[in-house]
């Protein structure tokens, strides 16, 4: 019997009212491993009563109350990490030191939002006019939701989710419908480490459970990281229903190598980044720009590298990168190989049909490399989010930055090179969100903030770090007197500073 996986709410499962559920696949096999439930409008209503009932005690627990929780739930992340990357591996399909990988960045994002007492802290002028006192107090929204994606189900729900509840706000988290468990994983270590019941809550479901959270007059703000054209979708209804609304959309993070660069280093880092966790990452590496005269011996490099990669079984050691996520996910991916192709990229490494160690079963397509690449072909403008890494060609370091500011999207990029003047102009010039120097994929660590430009965000607000304890607070600004009792009388002026 196939196992159903149930929401999570008021700190225990919740089979909810609807009948539809949703397969959930062993990438590795291609085989049904687990049905999961899709919310009704009925069970988003119960998940939003349920934070509303529990927001106004957690709202009231002292900050020392809300950290102690996040340090104990801390404690137990790290712990069961290694149990969470098995069942991250189990319905992503990515290698389990990806996904401990994965594990290790989101407990950074846990311990910043550990010191929640220093990061809410506002300001006070003592005596800004005769007696006079203002200051500042951050607090919480109310209920938030945040809807996260299929590539990092364990890592994107906790850039979010320890921020939101640090700042006293209460959470309905809809993960991605493709690898749900890591969610519930989690609700269940945050229940354990004493977080009342309610104050997190996980939904299922497809865009019934999206629009709901959109929609509903008692959620406040939504956090999303996905596509962009769904990006634009959830920040335009987010925010006509009146919500904040942070939306992290799509990416074409471009690599740029220049003649002075090592060579071996940059194929390093290209066959890295651009086939780590196939391909499936918002940051992932799509397109090197190979500066003049650099390509075919970079090009060559780099295919010799992705010849010795070995695809399998994520839950097999000696695999170095996985299987796609479903058969629809692995069957768009391949239709962008063979419109490469059709379009005049030449195709160096081609992993269609390629032999791995896994079942036959299994949504398997190898590491591929087209070289001599241009703008006006489908595998350099549209987001793969698989491994097909594009080499594109240019003679210098302007066309070089030319062709990434003209790209709709400003996730992440990066450039190699040994020139520190060369790479202080690209960090100032370039206009994108994350720049790597020397650094292919720059994911920033847990106390910057992580977003990009252009069609790669929607909204103002980044994820976690500073702005995330911003976009989950709101300022109130307090102005205080406490006069003499002797003093007093009417005066109609405008208040004065005096």
Known sequence: MTDRINHWMDGK???????RSGDVFDPATGQVRAKVAFAAQDDVDAAVAAASRALPGWRGTSLAGRTRVLFAFRE??????????????????????????????????????????????????ENASTGVDVYSISQPLGVVGVISPFNFPAMVPLWFVPNALACGNTVVLKPSEKDPSAAVFIAELFSEAGLPDGVLNVLHGDKVAVDGLLEHRDVKAISFVGSTPIAKYVYETGTRHGKRVQALGGAKNHMVVLPDADLDLAADAAVSAGFGSAGERCMAVSV??????????????????????RVGDGRR??????????AAHHERVESYVEAGVEAGARLVVDGRGIEVDGEDGGFWLGPTLFDHVTPGMSVYTDEIFGPVLAVARADG?????????????????????????????????????????????????????????????????????PEGFHFFTRTKVVTSRWPDPSQGGVNLGFPRNS
Not at 416 to 436: H, I, K, L, P
Request: proline content about 4%.
């Open 288 to 309: 090197v720009v190979a500066v003049d005269p650099v390509g075919d011996e970079l090009v060559s490099k780099i295919a010799e590298r992705i010849q010795r990669l």
């Open 76 to 125: 137990l992340l790290s712990a069961r990490r290694h149990e969470l990357a098995k069942i991250v591996t189990g319905e992503h399909g990515k290698v389990e030191s990806d996904a401990a990988g994965e594990i290790a960045r989101a407990i950074e994002n846990v311990e910043y939002a550990c010191g929640a007492a220093q990061l809410l802290k506002g300001g006070f002028s």
């Open 397 to 465: 370091y302007d066309a070089a930055l030319e062709l990434i500011n003209a790209n709709a999207y400003g996730n992440g990029t990066a450039i190699f090179t040994n020139d520190g003047r060369a790479a202080r102009r690209f960090q100032n010039e370039v206009e994108v969100g994350m720049v790597g120097v020397n650094v292919p994929i720059p994911v920033p660590v847990g106390y910057y903030s992580f977003g990009g430009w252009k069609d790669s965000l929607f909204g103002d607000s980044h994820a976690y770090g």
């Open 13 to 19: 499962p919740y089979e909810g009212v609807s009948e």
């Open 317 to 326: 050691p000696e695999s170095e990168m996985g299987p796609l996520v479903t």
